[in-house]
């Protein structure tokens, strides 16, 4: 008798993390026989072209899991494994996941993992759990009109932020100081009203990490923040430079905010902050997904161990690592802007590897004048512009980078943050002199601008 092909149920994925599908997809068939299916609303051609099969339904709509369940029939006696990979989908998703009795974890308890009021206001409900274990619970409100965001900057004349209740690309962030226009900046954020914006009280930590992980496997990722109005991520570090007490006062937040969204056996990526004296920290924000700006990708080559295929053996059942092996080298994912405010065309498929290796490293080299060939290695380069667009010089949000790429090195007495910045440095000036230079005009089209 011939057994039944398995599935594995892919629910969503976030915008650039096609190649992440692709391979969970291909280790799938592999390792387990299993085709794979993938549940996204208006699939395109690389859609199709990445799953064996697709169904068009949006994990936004209020029906999508009894529209969900219905389309799934002809494959429900075959679905082996389920993933939720993009924060639309990480409440519906997991919902639809247990009414087909996959394992996942809870649905219920997810919405504080897709809406940051909704997840404050669990932080604020457990505050007397949270104050003596050194996580800070910041205030937090709804804003729908200006009388709303007056009065929190009333509350908070030392400034807070105002964001997104549920955006997870780091877009729609602003930081506001006593004396800013809260007309204009209402304005600015308007386009998220729909959906919900959010006022928090301003977490007065400098330093950011993140806390990531699969099931009961973790580890902490430092981030590089832009200062100032538009706090932007501009990169991600591996491991992070810290020091044990601070380590642990990292896991005792991540492992709250896990606990609050319902994580146990998925992936996981929380943003916190941490005081100077490494003692106190603050949840920026929960993620029940893997970590985007390629911090899985750099953490393979950080730790030797892939954490897509370790997600998918975790659905289909399998026990995975509790504990990463000793890292072996550094590594950062790098976001790589402009020099001067670019309008730029579609980038997708173009070649950098002459600006990269004939132009970036070698500036590189002469600020560090003691790298050898091999110590330093640049992967995974990738344009960032999906559609044509303007890209600001000091960026507002993570749409304002045209590239990004990993870095590596195995000296150890050499500080990767140092790397990463330089490497920002010698991009804009090589893009602007080498590549702008070689095109007609003042649109950009990178895809035709190899170096």
Same mark, same amino acid.
């Given at each position: 008798?011939?057994?039944?092909?398995?599935?594995?149920?892919?629910?969503?994925?976030?915008?650039?993390?096609?190649?992440?599908?692709?391979?969970?997809?291909?280790?799938?068939?592999?390792?387990?026989?299993?085709?794979?299916?993938?549940?996204?609303?208006?699939?395109?051609?690389?859609?199709?072209?990445?799953?064996?099969?697709?169904?068009?339904?949006?994990?936004?709509?209020?029906?999508?899991?009894?529209?969900?369940?219905?389309?799934?029939?002809?494959?429900?006696?075959?679905?082996?494994?389920?993933?939720?990979?993009?924060?639309?989908?990480?409440?519906?998703?997991?919902?639809?996941?247990?009414?087909?009795?996959?394992?996942?974890?809870?649905g219920t308890l997810a919405e504080g993992a897709f809406s940051k009021h909704a997840y404050?206001?669990?932080?604020?409900?457990?505050?007397?759990?949270?104050?003596?274990?050194?996580?800070?619970?910041?205030d937090c409100a709804p804003i729908r009109h200006l009388a709303d965001l007056r009065e929190?900057?009333?509350?908070? $004349?030392?400034?807070?932020? !105002? /964001?997104? +209740?549920?955006? %997870?690309?780091?877009?729609? #962030? =602003?930081?506001?100081?006593?004396?800013?226009?809260?007309?204009?900046?209402?304005?600015e954020v308007s386009t998220y009203l729909p959906d919900g914006v959010i006022c928090e009280?301003?977490?007065?930590?400098?330093?950011?990490?993140?806390?990531?992980?699969?099931?009961?496997?973790?580890?902490?990722?430092?981030?590089?923040?832009?200062?100032?109005?538009?706090?932007?991520?501009?990169?991600?570090?591996?491991?992070?430079?810290?020091?044990?007490?601070?380590?642990?006062?990292?896991?005792?937040?991540?492992?709250?905010?896990?606990?609050?969204?319902?994580?146990?056996?998925? $992936?996981?990526?929380?943003? !916190? /902050?941490? +005081?100077?004296? %490494?003692?106190?920290?603050? #949840? =920026?924000?929960?993620?029940?997904?893997?970590?985007?700006?390629?911090?899985?990708?750099?953490?393979?080559?950080?730790?030797?161990?892939?954490?897509?295929?370790?997600?998918?053996?975790?659905?289909?059942?399998?026990?995975?690592?509790?504990?990463?092996?000793?890292?072996?080298?550094?590594?950062?994912?790098?976001?790589?802007?402009?020099?001067?405010?670019?309008?730029?065309?579609?980038?997708?498929?173009?070649?950098?590897?002459?600006?990269?290796?004939?132009?970036?490293?070698?500036?590189?080299?002469?600020?560090?004048?003691?790298?050898?060939?091999?110590?330093?290695?640049?992967?995974?380069?990738?344009?960032?512009?999906?559609?044509?667009?303007?890209?600001?010089? =000091?960026?507002?949000?993570?749409?304002?980078?045209?590239?990004?790429?990993?870095?590596?090195?195995?000296?150890?007495?050499?500080?990767?943050?140092?790397?990463?910045?330089?490497?920002?440095?010698?991009?804009?000036?090589?893009?602007?002199?080498?590549?702008?230079?070689?095109?007609?005009?003042?649109?950009?089209?990178?895809?035709?601008?190899?170096?």
């Amino acid at each position: 008798m011939i057994r039944a092909q398995p599935i594995l149920l892919v629910v969503d994925y976030n915008l650039s993390r096609v190649a992440d599908v692709r391979q969970m997809a291909c280790y799938a068939k592999t390792r387990y026989g299993a085709q794979s299916l993938l549940i996204r609303p208006a699939p395109t051609d690389v859609d199709r072209a990445i799953c064996d099969d697709v169904i068009d339904l949006n994990p936004r709509d209020d029906d999508f899991v009894e529209k969900a369940f219905v389309a799934l029939a002809p494959y429900r006696s075959r679905l082996a494994a389920g993933l939720v990979f993009s924060d639309n989908a990480v409440q519906s998703g997991a919902l639809l996941l247990e009414a087909l009795g996959l394992a996942v974890d809870s649905g219920t308890l997810a919405e504080g993992a897709f809406s940051k009021h909704a997840y404050r206001s669990l932080e604020q409900r457990h505050r007397d759990i949270f104050g003596p274990q050194g996580i800070m619970v910041p205030d937090c409100a709804p804003i729908r009109h200006l009388a709303d965001l007056r009065e929190f900057a009333v509350r908070h $004349p030392g400034g807070f932020v !105002i /964001k997104p +209740s549920c955006e %997870g690309n780091n877009r729609g #962030v =602003v930081t506001m100081r006593q004396g800013d226009d809260l007309a204009a900046v209402l304005k600015e954020v308007s386009t998220y009203l729909p959906d919900g914006v959010i006022c928090e009280e301003f977490i007065p930590y400098r330093r950011e990490f993140s806390f990531d992980g699969i099931g009961s496997l973790s580890f902490i990722t430092e981030k590089i923040s832009a200062t100032g109005r538009y706090p932007v991520e501009l990169g991600q570090v591996l491991p992070a430079r810290i020091t044990l007490h601070e380590r642990n006062t990292i896991t005792v937040a991540g492992r709250m905010a896990n606990l609050l969204v319902g994580q146990r056996n998925g $992936p996981f990526h929380n943003e !916190i /902050k941490l +005081s100077d004296d %490494g003692h106190r920290a603050a #949840v =920026v924000e929960p993620n029940r997904r893997p970590a985007g700006m390629k911090i899985w990708t750099i953490a393979s080559l950080v730790y030797r161990i892939n954490l897509y295929h370790l997600w998918v053996d975790q659905a289909f059942g399998g026990e995975i690592p509790r504990e990463l092996p000793q890292a072996s080298r550094q590594a950062a994912t790098v976001m790589l802007g402009v020099a001067e405010d670019t309008d730029v065309l579609p980038a997708m498929g173009a070649d950098a590897s002459v600006l990269l290796d004939h132009v970036v490293l070698p500036s590189l080299q002469g600020r560090f004048p003691s790298l050898r060939n091999g110590d330093l290695e640049l992967h995974e380069f990738g344009w960032l512009p999906a559609q044509a667009r303007r890209i600001h010089a =000091v960026p507002r949000d993570n749409a304002d980078f045209i590239a990004q790429v990993c870095l590596t090195t195995t000296r150890e007495d050499i500080d990767i943050r140092d790397l990463a910045a330089d490497l920002q440095t010698a991009w804009k000036a090589s893009f602007h002199r080498y590549v702008r230079r070689s095109c007609i005009g003042q649109v950009v089209d990178v895809a035709q601008c190899n170096g």
